[in-house]
C-alpha cells in the first residue's frame, strides 16, 4: 500500500495490513476498497486524535478497544455537503435539464419523475432538487409528479438529513426567493418547508452492498436523474467502477448523472456515459449494447 511519504509514524506494509484486518473483523467490511491515500490520511487523524505514536502501538489499541475499531470506521463515512453545490452543474439542472425531463414526462404522460440522491450525507444536496422540481413542476397547469430517494449508510447522517433544520451558514448558497418560500427561520437556523419535506425519502442503503442495484425504498429504481457527489474519490478504480455500473443500471437511457467536479475523469474512463457539457459534471447515459 503506497503511504503519504511525509509520515513521522514508520509504517510498514505488514503492520498496516494488521491494522485494516483488526478493523475489517470488528466490522466484517473489506475496506480495502477505500483509496490508498484516504485511508492513510483518515489513520494518521486517528492516530492525532488518539494521541498514539505509532502504527504499531494504534494495532494493539485496536485489539483491545473495539470502540476505537468503530470510530476509525465512522471517519471514512462521508458527513459534508452543500447546498447547490458546484453552481455550474446546478445552474444545467435548472436550466436545460431538469424542464426537458419535466417535458418529456407530460408530452409522454409517464407517471413520476425519479431522482436518487446516493450517498447523501445530511441531505443538502437533496433538498436542492426538490427545490427546483418543486418551482418547475407545481407552476404547470398539468403539474408532474416527482421523487426523490436520498441514501446514505450513515444513520446519524440520514437522521440530520430528515430534521432539516440547518444554519444560517448552510444556507449561504441559497437564492433569497427559496429561502423565503421553501424555508421557515427558527432564530439563528433554517428548517425545510413541510412541502418540500413530503417529496424527499430518505433510507439506509449501502452502495457498496453487492445485493442490491438501487435503494429498496424506490422499489425498482428507473430514476432520470442520480446525483452522487464526492462519493467515488474515496474508492479505489475497482470500485469506483462498480459503484458506477450499479448508478448506471438504475438510470433509464437518457437519464443524467452528477457527479462531483474533481470526479469527473473517474466517469469519463469508465464508459456508459456521455458528457453533457464539459467541464461539468453532468453526463448522460448511453445505450451500449442492444438490450440495455
Known amino acids: 500500500m503506497k503511504l503519504n511519504t511525509k509520515t513521522d509514524h514508520g509504517w510498514s506494509k505488514a503492520t498496516l495490513d494488521e491494522v485494516l484486518e483488526l478493523i475489517r473483523k470488528a466490522h466484517g467490511?473489506?475496506?480495502?476498497?477505500?483509496?490508498?491515500?484516504?485511508?492513510?490520511?483518515?489513520?494518521?487523524?486517528?492516530?492525532?486524535?488518539?494521541?498514539?505514536?505509532?502504527?504499531?502501538?494504534?494495532?494493539?489499541?485496536?485489539?483491545?478497544?473495539?470502540?476505537?475499531?468503530?470510530?476509525?470506521?465512522?471517519?471514512?463515512?462521508?458527513?459534508?455537503?452543500?447546498?447547490?453545490?458546484?453552481?455550474?452543474a446546478f445552474a444545467l439542472l435548472e436550466q436545460p435539464i431538469l424542464p426537458g425531463i419535466v417535458e418529456e414526462k407530460a408530452r409522454n404522460s409517464r407517471s413520476e419523475l425519479r431522482v436518487w440522491s446516493a450517498g447523501c450525507a445530511t441531505g443538502q444536496e437533496a433538498w436542492s432538487?426538490?427545490?427546483?422540481?418543486?418551482e418547475l413542476t407545481t407552476t404547470r397547469e398539468h403539474p408532474v409528479p416527482?421523487?426523490?430517494?436520498?441514501?446514505?449508510?450513515?444513520?446519524?447522517?440520514?437522521?440530520?438529513?430528515?430534521?432539516g433544520i440547518y444554519s444560517a451558514e448552510s444556507v449561504g448558497n441559497v437564492r433569497l426567493r427559496h429561502l423565503r418560500e421553501y424555508f421557515s427561520r427558527q432564530g439563528d437556523f433554517?428548517?425545510?418547508?413541510?412541502?418540500?419535506?413530503?417529496?424527499?425519502?430518505?433510507?439506509?442503503?449501502?452502495?457498496?452492498?453487492?445485493?442490491?442495484?438501487?435503494?429498496?425504498?424506490?422499489?425498482?429504481?428507473?430514476?432520470?436523474?442520480v446525483l452522487?457527489?464526492?462519493?467515488?474519490?474515496?474508492?479505489?478504480?475497482?470500485?469506483?467502477?462498480?459503484?458506477?455500473?450499479?448508478?448506471?443500471?438504475?438510470?433509464?437511457?437518457?437519464g443524467y448523472l452528477m457527479t462531483g467536479e474533481t470526479e469527473r475523469h473517474i466517469v469519463e474512463n469508465a464508459?456508459?456515459?456521455?458528457?453533457?457539457?464539459?467541464?461539468t459534471s453532468?453526463?448522460?447515459?448511453?445505450r451500449q449494447k442492444e438490450g440495455e
Do not use: W
Open 29 to 88: 467490511r473489506d475496506i480495502h476498497l477505500f483509496d490508498e491515500n484516504f485511508l492513510a490520511n483518515s489513520l494518521e487523524k486517528r492516530l492525532t486524535a488518539t494521541s498514539t505514536a505509532t502504527l504499531p502501538a494504534y494495532a494493539e489499541r485496536l485489539g483491545r478497544d473495539p470502540a476505537e475499531a468503530e470510530a476509525f470506521y465512522r471517519s471514512l463515512r462521508i458527513t459534508y455537503s452543500e447546498f447547490f453545490r458546484n453552481p455550474l
Open 129 to 134: 432538487v426538490a427545490i427546483l422540481l418543486e
Open 146 to 163: 416527482f421523487r426523490i430517494f436520498a441514501t446514505d449508510v450513515s444513520e446519524a447522517n440520514l437522521t440530520l438529513a430528515r430534521e
Open 190 to 225: 433554517f428548517a425545510i418547508a413541510p412541502r418540500i419535506r413530503t417529496r424527499v425519502d430518505f433510507s439506509a442503503h449501502d452502495l457498496l452492498d453487492e445485493c442490491t442495484t438501487c435503494p429498496p425504498a424506490s422499489i425498482y429504481g428507473h430514476f432520470d436523474l
Open 228 to 254: 452522487c457527489g464526492n462519493v467515488l474519490l474515496y474508492y479505489r478504480p475497482e470500485t469506483q467502477r462498480l459503484i458506477l455500473n450499479k448508478l448506471r443500471r438504475c438510470l433509464v437511457t437518457g
Open 271 to 279: 464508459g456508459g456515459f456521455r458528457a453533457v457539457a464539459p467541464p
Open 282 to 286: 453532468i453526463f448522460q447515459r448511453v
